[in-house]
């Protein structure tokens, strides 16, 4: 290799690699400082683990959308490519859209004119209150995706409402 190529490489891999480092730590913080504020820290939770299982199976993720939450394909598509949008916001929208009986569209756009006041704002915005029935039918709706990906969902019983220890059954 002639040497002005080597010191163009010497210069360029150190470049590629902080490079690397910056996005890698713009990433990690941006997943750890996500608070959909949703009202219920046990949503909040697994929004986080479906932020985490849906970067490891997009597909999976995506098909559960469209296909259980009535969202088109091009929207979720869309919004998985939009930085501004965590997995666990697009779920969120889409089935807060179904138990309100919006669509999800609508309720996508509500978020992003109004995210800054989080998801809880949103929630009561289309009449599902945290700890309404209709927000514990949302909590319900946690399960059964959990159950068409088949993986054990981390909160369950605070998901089902059961507030005994789930070991006295």
């Not at 690397?20 to 750890?32: E, G, Q, R, W």
């Not at 046990?42 to 490891?56: E, H, S």
């Not at 089902?160 to 006295?168: E, L, N, S, V, Y």
């Amino acid at each position: 290799m002639p040497t002005g190529s080597r010191q163009r490489y010497a210069f360029r891999m150190p470049a590629l690699l902080v490079a690397l480092v910056l996005t890698a730590s713009a990433m990690a913080t941006d997943a750890s400082s996500w608070n959909p504020q949703t009202g219920d820290a046990t949503v909040d939770a697994t929004l986080g683990d479906i932020n985490r299982y849906a970067v490891r199976y997009p597909d999976a993720f995506v098909d559960e959308i469209v296909r259980y939450h009535a969202a088109p394909r091009a929207l979720v598509d869309a919004l998985m490519h939009n930085p501004q949008w965590t997995p666990g916001d697009i779920y969120y929208a889409c089935a807060l859209a179904q138990t309100a009986g919006q669509p999800c569209r609508a309720v996508a756009e509500q978020w992003q004119h109004d995210h800054g006041q989080g998801w809880g704002a949103i929630a009561r915005g289309v009449s599902v209150q945290p700890g309404s029935t209709k927000f514990e039918r949302l909590k319900q709706g946690f399960i059964s995706s959990y159950a068409h990906w088949g993986r054990p969902m981390p909160a369950e019983p605070a998901i089902r409402g059961d507030h005994h220890d789930a070991g006295k059954h």
